[in-house]
């Protein structure tokens, strides 16, 4: 089982100057299925806890899917980010409890972010397009552009109330 940490008071997050640690290896530059299951709660009392899944660009732009725990409700939550700019594509309450095993599918010039819950019923959160212009479109899989990196993080969120939080995932696969 692999475990990333962060401390409380401070905020963990994968975003631009990312301070979340993670775990990631070279993407694919074709189709792909990549999925990791979180064995671990984001549920907190103050603040947000995170475990996720990020698709980095050469270029420095990335599309992250992430667990996000607000109180007692979890959410499965999917953004692109470029340029410094936070693009939500999509979000969805999901189980309560541990586990989840989130799940990047691409197909061509598409990605489509789903969540599985422990009895395996899947739930497609986002898609996007990849490779054009416009809203949800970005060079992060453009077909046969290598995509810099892809792998798995822990985070927090909320500045000095963001609560302590270990990510145990379970199991990552790659095909």
Same mark, same amino acid.
């Given at each position: ?10 905020? +963990? ?11 990631? #290896? ?8 990549? @999925?990791? #299951? ?9 603040? +947000? ?43 969805? @309450? ?32 986002? #898609? ?20 810099? #990196? ?14 302590? +939080? ?10």
């Amino acid at each position: 089982m692999l475990t990333l940490s962060v401390p409380a008071g401070v905020e +963990h997050q994968w975003f631009t100057g990312s301070s979340a640690p993670a775990v990631l #290896r070279p993407a694919p530059t074709s189709d792909f299925t990549f @999925r990791a #299951r979180f064995d671990s709660d984001v549920r907190s009392a103050s603040g +947000h806890r995170l475990q996720g899944l990020v698709l980095e660009s050469p270029d420095g732009g990335f599309l992250r899917f992430e667990l996000l725990g607000a109180g007692a409700r979890v959410q499965a939550s999917a953004s692109l980010v470029e340029g410094g700019r936070l693009t939500p594509l999509g979000w969805q @309450r999901v189980a309560s409890e541990a586990p989840w095993t989130l799940e990047l599918v691409r197909v061509g010039a598409e990605i489509e972010c789903c969540v599985l819950d422990a009895e395996g019923a899947r739930t497609t959160v986002a #898609r996007a397009s990849f490779g054009g212009e416009g809203a949800n479109h970005t060079t992060v899989t453009s077909p046969g552009q290598r995509s810099a #990196r892809i792998g798995v993080y822990a985070g927090n969120a909320f500045g000095q109330g963001a609560p302590e +939080h270990t990510a145990k995932v379970g199991a990552i696969e790659l095909r």
